[in-house]
Protein backbone atom coordinates (compact mmCIF):
# COMPACT_ATOMS: atom_id res chain seq x y z
CA UNK A 1 0.00 0.00 0.00
CA UNK A 2 0.89 3.73 -0.27
CA UNK A 3 1.74 5.58 3.06
CA UNK A 4 -0.76 9.41 4.01
CA UNK A 5 2.34 10.85 3.81
CA UNK A 6 3.61 9.25 0.59
CA UNK A 7 -0.26 10.37 -0.80
CA UNK A 8 0.40 14.18 -0.32
CA UNK A 9 3.81 14.10 -1.89
CA UNK A 10 2.19 12.95 -5.16
CA UNK A 11 1.88 15.21 -8.12
CA UNK A 12 -0.37 14.88 -10.71
CA UNK A 13 -4.30 13.03 -10.83
CA UNK A 14 -2.85 10.58 -13.28
CA UNK A 15 -0.54 9.35 -11.26
CA UNK A 16 -2.22 9.89 -7.51
CA UNK A 17 -5.53 7.87 -9.25
CA UNK A 18 -3.02 4.77 -10.10
CA UNK A 19 -1.76 4.86 -6.17
CA UNK A 20 -4.49 2.22 -4.35
CA UNK A 21 -4.61 4.01 -0.94
CA UNK A 22 -4.80 7.72 -2.82
CA UNK A 23 -7.16 9.71 -3.97
CA UNK A 24 -7.56 13.03 -5.87
CA UNK A 25 -9.49 15.87 -4.23
CA UNK A 26 -10.85 18.30 -7.27
CA UNK A 27 -11.43 20.84 -5.37
CA UNK A 28 -7.91 21.88 -4.59
CA UNK A 29 -6.26 19.51 -7.06
CA UNK A 30 -3.96 17.77 -4.90
CA UNK A 31 -3.26 14.18 -4.30
CA UNK A 32 -4.66 12.81 -0.24
CA UNK A 33 -4.87 9.15 1.20
CA UNK A 34 -8.30 8.07 0.52
CA UNK A 35 -10.57 8.77 3.70
CA UNK A 36 -11.45 5.19 4.57
CA UNK A 37 -7.91 4.79 5.29
CA UNK A 38 -6.86 8.24 6.63
CA UNK A 39 -9.80 8.00 9.39
CA UNK A 40 -11.97 4.86 11.14
CA UNK A 41 -13.80 6.95 13.37
CA UNK A 42 -17.01 9.28 12.18
CA UNK A 43 -15.86 12.12 14.18
CA UNK A 44 -12.42 12.36 12.60
CA UNK A 45 -13.70 11.92 9.30
CA UNK A 46 -16.25 14.60 9.66
CA UNK A 47 -13.66 16.88 11.01
CA UNK A 48 -12.01 16.66 7.63
CA UNK A 49 -13.57 18.93 4.93
CA UNK A 50 -12.80 16.53 2.29
CA UNK A 51 -14.90 13.59 3.51
CA UNK A 52 -18.11 12.55 4.72
CA UNK A 53 -19.37 9.71 6.64
CA UNK A 54 -21.14 6.79 4.83
CA UNK A 55 -24.00 5.64 7.62
CA UNK A 56 -24.79 2.58 5.75
CA UNK A 57 -21.25 1.31 4.96
CA UNK A 58 -20.22 2.64 8.54
CA UNK A 59 -17.15 4.12 6.51
CA UNK A 60 -15.40 7.01 5.43
CA UNK A 61 -15.29 7.88 2.25
CA UNK A 62 -15.13 11.51 -0.32
CA UNK A 63 -16.97 14.09 0.50
CA UNK A 64 -19.69 14.13 -2.51
CA UNK A 65 -19.57 17.92 -2.85
CA UNK A 66 -15.83 18.35 -3.78
CA UNK A 67 -16.99 16.61 -6.95
CA UNK A 68 -18.12 19.41 -9.66
CA UNK A 69 -19.15 17.44 -12.82
CA UNK A 70 -21.09 14.38 -13.36
CA UNK A 71 -18.03 12.28 -13.85
CA UNK A 72 -16.26 13.11 -10.97
CA UNK A 73 -19.19 12.69 -8.97
CA UNK A 74 -20.27 9.05 -10.02
CA UNK A 75 -16.93 7.75 -9.50
CA UNK A 76 -17.71 8.13 -5.47
CA UNK A 77 -19.72 4.95 -4.33
CA UNK A 78 -22.48 7.21 -2.60
CA UNK A 79 -22.47 9.75 -4.26
CA UNK A 80 -25.71 11.01 -6.93
CA UNK A 81 -25.53 13.73 -9.87
CA UNK A 82 -28.36 15.53 -8.59
CA UNK A 83 -30.49 17.94 -11.28
CA UNK A 84 -33.50 19.07 -11.16
CA UNK A 85 -34.24 16.87 -14.10
CA UNK A 86 -33.57 13.65 -12.30
CA UNK A 87 -34.61 15.25 -8.65
CA UNK A 88 -38.41 15.76 -9.58
CA UNK A 89 -37.24 19.20 -9.02
CA UNK A 90 -35.99 18.60 -5.59
CA UNK A 91 -33.22 21.03 -6.13
CA UNK A 92 -32.85 23.84 -8.52
CA UNK A 93 -29.41 23.18 -9.92
CA UNK A 94 -27.25 20.22 -10.57
CA UNK A 95 -24.72 19.07 -7.79
CA UNK A 96 -22.94 16.21 -6.15
CA UNK A 97 -24.86 14.75 -3.08
CA UNK A 98 -24.43 11.61 -0.98
CA UNK A 99 -26.88 9.19 -1.77
CA UNK A 100 -30.28 9.45 0.50
CA UNK A 101 -29.25 5.29 2.19
CA UNK A 102 -26.29 6.66 2.78
CA UNK A 103 -26.90 10.25 4.38
CA UNK A 104 -29.82 9.18 6.74
CA UNK A 105 -30.75 6.56 9.10
CA UNK A 106 -34.01 7.92 10.60
CA UNK A 107 -36.89 9.20 8.96
CA UNK A 108 -37.31 12.76 10.67
CA UNK A 109 -34.10 13.59 8.53
CA UNK A 110 -34.58 11.62 5.49
CA UNK A 111 -38.06 12.63 4.74
CA UNK A 112 -36.60 16.34 5.54
CA UNK A 113 -34.17 16.12 2.29
CA UNK A 114 -36.96 16.53 -0.16
CA UNK A 115 -34.89 14.05 -3.11
CA UNK A 116 -35.35 11.34 -0.15
CA UNK A 117 -38.22 8.95 1.61
CA UNK A 118 -37.95 6.86 4.53
CA UNK A 119 -39.04 2.78 3.99
CA UNK A 120 -40.36 1.70 7.19
CA UNK A 121 -40.72 -1.57 6.18
CA UNK A 122 -36.86 -1.92 5.04
CA UNK A 123 -35.95 0.80 7.44
CA UNK A 124 -33.88 2.54 5.13
CA UNK A 125 -33.84 5.95 3.40
CA UNK A 126 -34.23 5.92 -0.25
CA UNK A 127 -34.61 7.90 -3.54
CA UNK A 128 -38.17 9.46 -3.62
CA UNK A 129 -40.57 8.05 -6.35
CA UNK A 130 -40.96 10.83 -8.30
CA UNK A 131 -37.16 10.69 -9.19
CA UNK A 132 -37.41 7.01 -10.21
CA UNK A 133 -37.99 7.13 -13.68
CA UNK A 134 -38.04 3.42 -15.10
CA UNK A 135 -40.59 0.63 -13.73
CA UNK A 136 -37.76 -1.56 -12.91
CA UNK A 137 -36.02 1.27 -10.21
CA UNK A 138 -39.66 1.70 -9.11
CA UNK A 139 -40.42 -2.48 -8.46
CA UNK A 140 -37.27 -2.04 -6.89
CA UNK A 141 -38.57 0.43 -4.29
CA UNK A 142 -41.81 -1.12 -3.92
CA UNK A 143 -42.52 -0.69 -0.12
CA UNK A 144 -43.12 2.86 -0.66
CA UNK A 145 -43.40 3.12 -4.23
CA UNK A 146 -45.84 1.95 -6.92
CA UNK A 147 -45.63 2.14 -11.04
CA UNK A 148 -48.29 3.84 -12.66
CA UNK A 149 -48.96 2.22 -15.83
CA UNK A 150 -51.09 4.29 -17.61
CA UNK A 151 -49.25 7.25 -17.09
CA UNK A 152 -45.49 5.39 -17.18
CA UNK A 153 -44.09 7.35 -13.92
CA UNK A 154 -43.45 5.97 -10.44
CA UNK A 155 -45.79 7.38 -7.88
CA UNK A 156 -45.54 7.45 -3.73
CA UNK A 157 -47.76 4.22 -2.48
CA UNK A 158 -50.99 5.49 -1.37
CA UNK A 159 -50.36 4.11 2.46
CA UNK A 160 -47.05 5.83 2.84
CA UNK A 161 -48.75 9.46 1.59
CA UNK A 162 -51.50 9.44 3.34
CA UNK A 163 -52.89 8.32 6.71
CA UNK A 164 -55.46 9.24 7.65
CA UNK A 165 -59.19 9.40 5.53
CA UNK A 166 -59.03 13.10 5.46
CA UNK A 167 -55.14 13.40 3.87
CA UNK A 168 -56.28 10.07 1.72
CA UNK A 169 -59.42 11.89 0.38
CA UNK A 170 -56.99 14.55 -1.55
CA UNK A 171 -54.80 12.41 -3.44
CA UNK A 172 -56.23 11.73 -7.26
CA UNK A 173 -54.97 8.00 -7.73
CA UNK A 174 -56.01 6.83 -3.53
CA UNK A 175 -59.09 6.28 -1.71
CA UNK A 176 -59.41 5.74 1.81
CA UNK A 177 -60.35 1.90 2.51
CA UNK A 178 -62.67 1.97 5.83
CA UNK A 179 -62.20 -1.58 6.22
CA UNK A 180 -58.42 -1.57 6.60
CA UNK A 181 -58.35 2.09 8.11
CA UNK A 182 -56.17 2.54 5.20
CA UNK A 183 -55.09 4.49 2.55
CA UNK A 184 -55.74 2.23 -1.14
CA UNK A 185 -54.71 2.36 -4.77
CA UNK A 186 -57.97 3.94 -6.55
CA UNK A 187 -59.63 1.69 -8.71
CA UNK A 188 -59.38 4.26 -11.74
CA UNK A 189 -55.63 3.95 -10.73
CA UNK A 190 -55.52 0.01 -11.20
CA UNK A 191 -54.95 -1.77 -14.64
CA UNK A 192 -54.64 -5.69 -14.12
CA UNK A 193 -57.94 -7.12 -13.48
CA UNK A 194 -56.37 -9.26 -10.68
CA UNK A 195 -55.45 -6.35 -8.57
CA UNK A 196 -58.72 -4.45 -9.28
CA UNK A 197 -60.84 -7.78 -8.10
CA UNK A 198 -58.47 -7.94 -4.91
CA UNK A 199 -59.76 -4.41 -3.83
CA UNK A 200 -63.21 -5.13 -2.52
CA UNK A 201 -63.77 -1.46 -3.50
CA UNK A 202 -63.24 -2.01 -6.96
CA UNK A 203 -65.15 -4.02 -9.70
CA UNK A 204 -63.82 -4.75 -12.74
CA UNK A 205 -66.56 -3.59 -15.97
CA UNK A 206 -65.87 -6.50 -18.07
CA UNK A 207 -67.48 -4.34 -21.44
CA UNK A 208 -64.82 -1.23 -21.22
CA UNK A 209 -61.58 -3.72 -19.32
CA UNK A 210 -61.34 -1.06 -17.05
CA UNK A 211 -61.58 -1.40 -13.12
CA UNK A 212 -64.21 0.93 -11.49
CA UNK A 213 -65.52 2.00 -8.47
CA UNK A 214 -67.53 -0.44 -6.65
CA UNK A 215 -69.99 2.11 -5.65
CA UNK A 216 -72.13 0.04 -3.46
CA UNK A 217 -68.69 0.11 -1.14
CA UNK A 218 -69.31 3.63 -0.77
CA UNK A 219 -70.34 5.01 2.42
CA UNK A 220 -69.62 8.94 2.13
CA UNK A 221 -72.57 10.62 -0.04
CA UNK A 222 -70.11 13.35 -1.28
CA UNK A 223 -67.73 10.72 -1.95
CA UNK A 224 -70.16 8.80 -4.30
CA UNK A 225 -71.61 12.19 -5.96
CA UNK A 226 -68.16 12.65 -7.13
CA UNK A 227 -67.46 9.67 -8.86
CA UNK A 228 -69.35 10.25 -12.76
CA UNK A 229 -70.37 5.86 -12.22
CA UNK A 230 -72.11 6.49 -8.91
CA UNK A 231 -75.97 7.50 -7.43
CA UNK A 232 -77.21 8.24 -4.47
CA UNK A 233 -79.82 6.93 -3.20
CA UNK A 234 -82.11 6.99 -0.14
CA UNK A 235 -83.34 3.36 0.23
CA UNK A 236 -84.80 4.85 2.93
CA UNK A 237 -81.61 5.14 4.50
CA UNK A 238 -78.17 6.46 2.27
CA UNK A 239 -76.85 3.72 -0.23
CA UNK A 240 -74.51 4.49 -3.65
CA UNK A 241 -75.18 2.41 -6.12
CA UNK A 242 -74.12 2.16 -10.15
CA UNK A 243 -75.94 4.55 -12.23
CA UNK A 244 -78.56 2.63 -13.60
CA UNK A 245 -77.67 2.95 -17.66
CA UNK A 246 -74.76 1.07 -16.45
CA UNK A 247 -76.33 -1.71 -14.31
CA UNK A 248 -78.91 -2.56 -16.92
CA UNK A 249 -78.37 -2.63 -20.77
CA UNK A 250 -82.17 -4.17 -21.39
CA UNK A 251 -85.65 -3.43 -20.39
CA UNK A 252 -86.24 -7.01 -19.29
CA UNK A 253 -83.18 -6.40 -16.65
CA UNK A 254 -83.95 -2.82 -15.89
CA UNK A 255 -87.86 -3.05 -15.32
CA UNK A 256 -86.92 -6.66 -13.32
CA UNK A 257 -84.61 -5.13 -10.89
CA UNK A 258 -85.51 -6.71 -7.45
CA UNK A 259 -84.25 -3.28 -5.63
CA UNK A 260 -87.33 -1.52 -7.49
CA UNK A 261 -84.20 1.41 -7.64
CA UNK A 262 -84.58 1.70 -11.91
CA UNK A 263 -87.11 1.83 -14.55
CA UNK A 264 -86.83 1.50 -18.44
CA UNK A 265 -87.21 4.66 -20.79
CA UNK A 266 -88.91 3.33 -24.02
CA UNK A 267 -87.58 6.37 -25.94
CA UNK A 268 -84.49 7.18 -25.27
CA UNK A 269 -84.14 3.34 -24.76
CA UNK A 270 -81.75 3.38 -21.89
CA UNK A 271 -81.97 2.21 -17.93
CA UNK A 272 -83.00 5.22 -15.52
CA UNK A 273 -83.17 5.98 -11.76
CA UNK A 274 -86.75 5.00 -10.60
CA UNK A 275 -89.36 8.52 -10.22
CA UNK A 276 -90.28 7.48 -5.86
CA UNK A 277 -86.33 7.91 -5.75
CA UNK A 278 -86.16 11.07 -6.95
CA UNK A 279 -87.01 12.88 -3.80
CA UNK A 280 -86.84 16.96 -4.59
CA UNK A 281 -89.33 18.98 -6.68
CA UNK A 282 -85.89 19.93 -8.74
CA UNK A 283 -84.92 16.18 -9.46
CA UNK A 284 -88.47 14.94 -10.68
CA UNK A 285 -89.29 18.21 -12.73
CA UNK A 286 -86.01 17.09 -14.57
CA UNK A 287 -87.58 13.85 -15.95
CA UNK A 288 -90.33 15.77 -16.61
CA UNK A 289 -91.50 12.85 -19.61
CA UNK A 290 -91.41 9.93 -17.28
CA UNK A 291 -92.01 11.68 -14.21
CA UNK A 292 -94.25 13.61 -12.12
CA UNK A 293 -94.31 15.74 -8.56
CA UNK A 294 -97.37 14.97 -6.18
CA UNK A 295 -97.21 16.70 -2.93
CA UNK A 296 -95.03 18.34 -1.32
CA UNK A 297 -91.62 16.60 -2.48
CA UNK A 298 -92.85 13.17 -3.89
CA UNK A 299 -92.44 11.99 -7.29
CA UNK A 300 -94.33 9.64 -9.18
CA UNK A 301 -94.23 8.09 -12.60
CA UNK A 302 -95.93 10.07 -14.87
CA UNK A 303 -99.87 8.86 -16.01
CA UNK A 304 -98.05 7.62 -19.47
CA UNK A 305 -95.76 4.95 -18.18
CA UNK A 306 -97.52 3.92 -14.96
CA UNK A 307 -100.77 2.88 -16.26
CA UNK A 308 -101.91 0.12 -19.00
CA UNK A 309 -105.76 0.29 -19.36
CA UNK A 310 -108.40 2.91 -18.84
CA UNK A 311 -109.43 1.67 -14.80
CA UNK A 312 -106.66 2.12 -13.08
CA UNK A 313 -105.70 5.58 -14.88
CA UNK A 314 -109.45 6.93 -14.69
CA UNK A 315 -108.84 6.46 -10.71
CA UNK A 316 -105.70 8.20 -10.43
CA UNK A 317 -106.96 12.01 -10.04
CA UNK A 318 -103.75 12.74 -11.70
CA UNK A 319 -104.54 11.02 -14.93
CA UNK A 320 -107.21 11.02 -17.51
CA UNK A 321 -107.83 8.09 -20.00
CA UNK A 322 -107.46 9.56 -23.78
CA UNK A 323 -109.73 6.96 -25.69
CA UNK A 324 -109.09 8.09 -29.58
CA UNK A 325 -105.37 7.50 -28.66
CA UNK A 326 -105.78 4.10 -26.43
CA UNK A 327 -103.52 6.11 -23.68
CA UNK A 328 -103.12 7.40 -19.78
CA UNK A 329 -102.05 10.44 -20.34
CA UNK A 330 -101.24 13.29 -17.37
CA UNK A 331 -104.16 16.13 -16.62
CA UNK A 332 -102.70 19.28 -18.20
CA UNK A 333 -104.00 21.01 -15.11
CA UNK A 334 -100.96 19.01 -13.35
CA UNK A 335 -98.30 20.18 -15.76
CA UNK A 336 -96.60 23.43 -14.45
CA UNK A 337 -93.75 23.96 -17.10
CA UNK A 338 -94.80 25.37 -20.27
CA UNK A 339 -92.17 22.92 -22.37
CA UNK A 340 -93.85 20.09 -20.80
CA UNK A 341 -97.48 20.97 -21.58
CA UNK A 342 -96.84 21.85 -24.96
CA UNK A 343 -94.62 18.46 -25.40
CA UNK A 344 -97.92 16.84 -24.45
CA UNK A 345 -100.54 16.00 -27.54
CA UNK A 346 -103.83 16.63 -25.22
CA UNK A 347 -102.51 20.16 -23.50
CA UNK A 348 -102.00 23.56 -24.67
CA UNK A 349 -100.38 26.63 -22.52
CA UNK A 350 -102.49 29.51 -22.37
CA UNK A 351 -102.39 32.72 -20.15
CA UNK A 352 -99.79 30.80 -17.94
CA UNK A 353 -101.49 27.66 -17.11
CA UNK A 354 -101.81 24.59 -18.96
CA UNK A 355 -105.19 23.15 -19.89
CA UNK A 356 -106.98 20.73 -22.29
CA UNK A 357 -106.43 21.62 -26.20
CA UNK A 358 -109.46 22.84 -27.66
CA UNK A 359 -111.05 19.32 -28.54
CA UNK A 360 -110.78 17.36 -25.48
CA UNK A 361 -111.93 20.22 -23.62
CA UNK A 362 -114.79 20.61 -25.56
CA UNK A 363 -115.34 18.19 -28.10
CA UNK A 364 -119.12 18.91 -29.41
CA UNK A 365 -120.14 21.54 -27.43
CA UNK A 366 -120.35 24.65 -29.49
CA UNK A 367 -121.25 27.26 -27.05
CA UNK A 368 -118.06 26.38 -24.70
CA UNK A 369 -115.93 26.23 -27.86
CA UNK A 370 -116.29 29.44 -29.04
CA UNK A 371 -116.18 31.03 -25.89
CA UNK A 372 -112.17 30.42 -25.56
CA UNK A 373 -110.40 32.75 -28.12
CA UNK A 374 -107.97 29.88 -28.90
CA UNK A 375 -110.61 27.57 -30.40
CA UNK A 376 -112.85 27.41 -33.30
CA UNK A 377 -115.97 25.23 -34.28
CA UNK A 378 -115.55 24.14 -37.73
CA UNK A 379 -119.25 23.20 -39.12
CA UNK A 380 -117.69 20.41 -41.39
CA UNK A 381 -115.95 18.78 -38.61
CA UNK A 382 -118.38 19.43 -35.82
CA UNK A 383 -116.32 19.35 -33.40
CA UNK A 384 -113.83 21.95 -31.55
CA UNK A 385 -110.60 22.53 -32.32
CA UNK A 386 -107.71 24.84 -31.81
CA UNK A 387 -107.57 27.79 -34.43
CA UNK A 388 -105.34 31.12 -34.95
CA UNK A 389 -107.76 33.08 -36.90
CA UNK A 390 -109.74 34.58 -33.85
CA UNK A 391 -106.88 36.21 -32.30
CA UNK A 392 -107.21 39.73 -33.96
CA UNK A 393 -104.35 42.18 -32.01
CA UNK A 394 -100.71 41.05 -32.17
CA UNK A 395 -100.91 40.93 -28.04
CA UNK A 396 -103.86 38.35 -28.31
CA UNK A 397 -101.95 36.48 -31.09
CA UNK A 398 -99.04 35.91 -29.42
CA UNK A 399 -100.30 34.84 -26.44
CA UNK A 400 -102.48 32.18 -28.07
CA UNK A 401 -101.49 28.62 -28.25
CA UNK A 402 -99.73 27.29 -31.27
CA UNK A 403 -100.05 30.93 -33.07
CA UNK A 404 -97.57 33.80 -34.07
CA UNK A 405 -97.62 36.98 -35.43
CA UNK A 406 -96.88 36.67 -39.34
Known amino acids: GTCGAA ?4 MGQTTCDGASACEWNVADGKCYQL ?3 AHSSETSCKADSRCTWDNQGRRCTQDCQAATNAGNCTQVSICDWVTPQNSANAVTSAACMQKCDSAYLDKASCNADKRCLWDSTNGVCRKTCEALSTDSQCVASGAICLWNEGLRTCQKRCDVAADSGTSCQTLPNCMWDSDTSGCVRACNNTYTRDACAANTYCRWDTSDNLCVTNCRRITDQSKCDADPRCLSEWLPGFECVTKP ?14 MNDTMWDPVLRVCKQSCHLQNTTALCSAEPRMCRPYGASGCQKACEYKYAESTTCSADGGCYWDAPRSSCV ?3 SQIAAQATCESNPTCMYQNGTCTLRCKYAY ?19 GECENTCDKPTATGACATTPFCYVS
Do not use: M, V
Request: proline residues 5%; charged residues 30%; contains cysteine.
Open 35 to 37: CRY
Open 363 to 381: GTDKSECEKNTACTFPTAT
Open 7 to 10: CTKI
Open 245 to 258: YLRFKNKETCNGNP
Open 330 to 332: TKC
